[in-house]
Every structure is written in C-alpha cells, then in structure tokens.
C-alpha cells in the first residue's frame, strides 16, 4: 500500500465559497475536528487576504499539534512574510506559494513572460525557503500549462527549496486521463521530482475532481487535496470524505491508504455543515442524509435479507451510529457525559453544566433529543455563540391570518444592553418578522437566500433555517434553531447579523492586543 497524504483547504479554498464568513471560533472548531479526522496537512487560510484570517491562521497554528499547518500565500514576499508570521509557532510549519503558469493566465492576469514568472517564483520560493523548511508551491492553472514549461519551472523551484509540488486544476477543466497523464508527464521529465511530494488540486466544474484526483494519484501524486463536502470556488472541490472512504472500500482494487479516521466523517461534514451554512444535498454521496437509505421494497427486502446485496458501505464506518441510545426527559447527567463523549466533544467543566441545562429546557418540549439535536446545542455552547451574541432576541409575536397582512413584534436586547422595540408587517410572516428586526438594528441587511428544513424526524422535530445575505455589504450566512420556523427563521436572522459583528470584534481584539 502506498501511503497518501491528505491536505485539507476547508479553512482556506473552501472558505471561498460564496457567502461563506467563519468567524475565528468556528474555524478554530473545524481545525481541531480535522486534527481529529487525521488529515496530514490543513491549510488554515490566507493570512495576507485579512485581519480576521491572520489571526485565524495564528490560533489554528498555536493548537494544533499533530497536524501540519499550511498557510496560502501569493508569490510576494509580503504575502509570504505574513504567512510565516501566522503559522512561525506551530510544530508543523507549511507555506504554501502559488503562481499561475498557465499561457492565458500569465498574459492577461499576471501580465508576465514565461521568464519573469519562473523568476519570480524561484525567488519567491527562497525567500520562503529563509523561513520555513517546508515549502508548497503551486503552479495555478496548471492543467492548462504548457507541459515543457511547467516541467521547467518545476525543476527550478525544486532546486530553490519546494518539499511540494501542486498541480491545481484550477477551473476544474481536465479529464481523468489527461490529468493522469500530465503528472505522468512531470514525473519522467523532471530530473529532482522524487526529492518532493507531488500533490493534485481538483475543482468540481465538470464534476470530475474525484476521478481526475484518483487519475493523479495513479500517476504519482503522493498529497491529494480537498475539502469537506467538497465545499469551495464555483462548484467547489474534490470532496476528502469520498476519496478516503474510496480508497478503504476499494482497497482490493487501490493500493492505496491514507492516515483518515473514518468514524469521524460524519461528525467532520455536520461540523462544517453547520459552521458555513451549506446545506449537504442529500443525495450526496457518502455524508448525503439519502446515502444510505433504501427505498425501493427490493433493495429493503434485499438488504433485510443479506445487507450487502445493496449496501456496499456500513453507515457505521463513517461514524453514523444506527443503534442510538435517543435521550429524554428522564436521562440524567451521566447519561448525557456518555453521550456527548460518543458525539466526540469535550466541555469544560462550566460548559458541560451550560449544555446540560440546555438540554433539560429541550427536554421540556421535546419527548426524545436527538443527537442532531446535541449537535446543534453543543456547537453552540463551544463556540460560546450565546455569550457573544450581538442583539439578542428576548421576545417576538407574529399575529397571521389569511385575511390582512401579518404583523410582528419584537422586543431586542442591544450590544449595549438596551431593550428596544418596536411593529412592522410584511407580506409573509418571515418577512414581517425581518422587516422588524431589521427596524431595529443599525446594520443594512439585504437577504439573498432563505431555506428552511428539519432537524430529525416526526412532528416535534426542530426547524433548522439557514439564511444567506449582505449585511452592511459583506456577505455572510446565518443558521438558527428553534422548536418553531419562525423562532428559527429569527435566529438565523440574528446569527448572521451577529456573525458579521463577532468577527469585526475579534478582528479589532486583535489588532489592539497586538498595537
Ligand atoms: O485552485 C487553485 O489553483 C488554488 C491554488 C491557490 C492552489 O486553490
Ligand atoms: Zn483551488
């Protein structure tokens, strides 16, 4: 078996995503689950890009131990000093250098010869080489570059200190059998090529990153990278969860491994899930909600007769646990420690007693507390999401009826401790909901997109609403929970709104500590 190393880019390309906004916390939070999940490399983000993904980066970099942490960086040397700044403490230091060496790319975008990119990128990589031992380059658009020149550049950056060579697919054009071949290509043309790992990057515009990213692999790529769920730029990236779980169950085909721990897929996708606000599609395969229901009387009867007639996976190898100890009204302390710990998360001590309280006031209104249900309240309690809210709702009511258009009252607690209050009406609930809210808030507020599913099964089940909007022009998504859609429609309202106010917050933290 051949070992292959796992980079994540959640945290950076997958941040890319359009209205995705993590805030510090929640980046923190996946980090630590991807330790978890044993990827080999995350690349915490771009530190240059912000003040909020610097500091991001730092955090990331100062707690993970295990794995290494890469940091993005443009082919500059102040981009590149600041990404060493970002990662200089962790215990394994990547920086990660791109520049595009594509034809199209080098003349439009970057307005350079062929000759100036190599030398920039040869001095780019030395100058990271004064810093950082390990050192990723990426040559950006490099299923469109020309083979001999891309062999070339690869030579020479090797030579200036790279440990690894990435050949992105940056606008997911490529088929499986010219990517194979390009790296097949680079491995018998490139005279230093075995003193480094060679990595694929592969975007999802065809839907080929799998295959093209499996193709790399057959031809000498030794780092795959991608995202959970896949998520990323326009149709997003090569999604880590289905090449690992490919790699295991096809193993009498593949003779390939990776350091991931399967069990904490699931876990890993719901994380990120909630974190960005991108909904998993159910069909999706591997961490989908359909992926491993069966639904046709001859797959049940086959299943319920042999399951590997049509289940080639065990919901159990990704951590989805089917013999579920489902907590009540009746379940004490102890019980729910079990269960927070099979759900993989660890409270301090006050945060336990938090979440327990938490889970008593569902209890009251819930017969059985589901483990998404945990989820959702856990999350929330690690990433202190209450005691950091910005406008806090204390109460609303919505007056609906099928003659007049309905009316909503909302009573908020300010950042500044002050209660205010007051009616608006809309031509739906949702929206009389909002344009009160919005009355009451100094931010501008444009919503984009609204979706509203449930959490759990029968008719006490939780409504989850993921909201996606501008608000004073930056766009970000917001997720809310509540017994009721209009309680969770508020929340999510007030989610993202307070999203946008925790980051610049922590953001001007950061930038006063460090004055
Ligand atoms: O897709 C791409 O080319 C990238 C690089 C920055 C590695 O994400
Ligand atoms: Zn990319």
Request: net charge negative; hydrophobic share 40%.
């Amino acid at each position: 078996m051949t070992q292959i190393k796992i980079f994540d880019t959640t945290l950076r390309d997958g941040e890319q995503s359009p209205g995705v906004n993590l805030n510090q916390l929640e980046k923190l939070e996946i980090a630590k689950q991807l330790e978890r999940l044993g990827v080999d490399v995350m690349e915490a983000g771009f530190p240059a890009s912000s003040q909020g993904d610097f500091n991001a980066v730092q955090q990331i970099a100062n707690t993970v131990h295990s794995v290494t942490v890469a940091a993005l960086a443009r082919a500059n040397p102040k981009d590149i000093d600041r990404a060493w700044e970002a990662i200089k403490h962790a215990k394994k230091p990547r920086i990660h250098v791109f520049i595009a060496t594509s034809p199209i790319h080098m003349k439009y975008k970057l307005k350079k010869t062929p000759e100036e990119v190599i030398n920039v990128a040869v001095e780019m990589v030395k100058h990271a080489k004064q810093k950082c031992t390990d050192i990723e380059w990426s040559a950006e658009d490099a299923s469109r570059t020309e083979l001999p020149f891309l062999a070339e550049i690869i030579e020479k950056v090797i030579d200036a200190g790279a440990t690894v060579i990435n050949l992105p697919d940056t606008v997911g054009y490529t088929t499986p059998k010219e990517y194979g071949e390009m790296f097949n290509y680079i491995k018998n043309n490139v005279s230093n090529i075995d003193k480094v790992d060679l990595s694929c990057h592969c975007h999802d515009d065809l839907g080929m990153a799998l295959a093209n990213s499996i193709a790399a692999m057959q031809n000498g790529a030794t780092q795959i990278e991608g995202t959970i769920n896949g998520i990323g730029e326009r149709a997003g990236n090569a999604a880590l969860e289905e090449i690992a779980v490919a790699l295991k169950i096809r193993e009498d085909f593949y003779p390939y491994s990776t350091n991931m721990v399967l069990k904490e897929i699931k876990r890993t996708s719901d994380l990120v899930s909630k974190f960005t606000g991108m909904v998993v599609p159910g069909n999706k395969a591997i961490v989908g909600r359909n992926a491993f229901a069966h639904e046709s009387g001859i797959h049940q009867d086959g299943v319920l007769k042999h399951a590997e007639t049509y289940e080639i996976i065990t919901p159990e190898l990704v951590g989805i646990q089917s013999n579920n100890l489902v907590l009540g009204k009746h379940s004490g302390r102890h019980a729910f420690e079990d269960k927070i710990e099979q759900l993989g998360f660890k409270l301090s001590e006050n945060k336990l007693s938090e979440a327990f309280q938490a889970f008593k006031q569902l209890t009251d209104r819930k017969k059985e507390v589901t483990d998404d249900d945990l989820f959702v309240i856990l999350t929330d309690i690690q990433t202190d999401i209450q005691n950091r809210k910005r406008y806090k709702l204390i109460s609303f009511q919505v007056q609906y009826d099928s003659q007049n258009l309905p009316t909503a009252t909302v009573l908020l607690l300010t950042p500044d401790g002050k209660e205010v209050k007051t009616a608006q009406t809309g031509q739906g609930s949702v929206e009389a909901l909002y344009n009160t809210i919005e009355a009451l808030i100094e931010e501008e507020i444009q919503l984009t997109d609204f979706t509203l599913s449930s959490i759990g099964k029968g008719k006490d089940a939780l409504a989850e609403v993921h909201v996606s909007m501008n608000v004073d022009q930056t766009p970000v998504s917001g997720r809310g929970t509540a017994q009721d859609v209009l309680e969770a429609a508020a929340n999510a309202y007030l989610n993202a709104i307070n999203r946008i106010f925790i980051t610049k917050k922590l953001e001007k933290s950061t930038i006063d500590s460090n004055a």
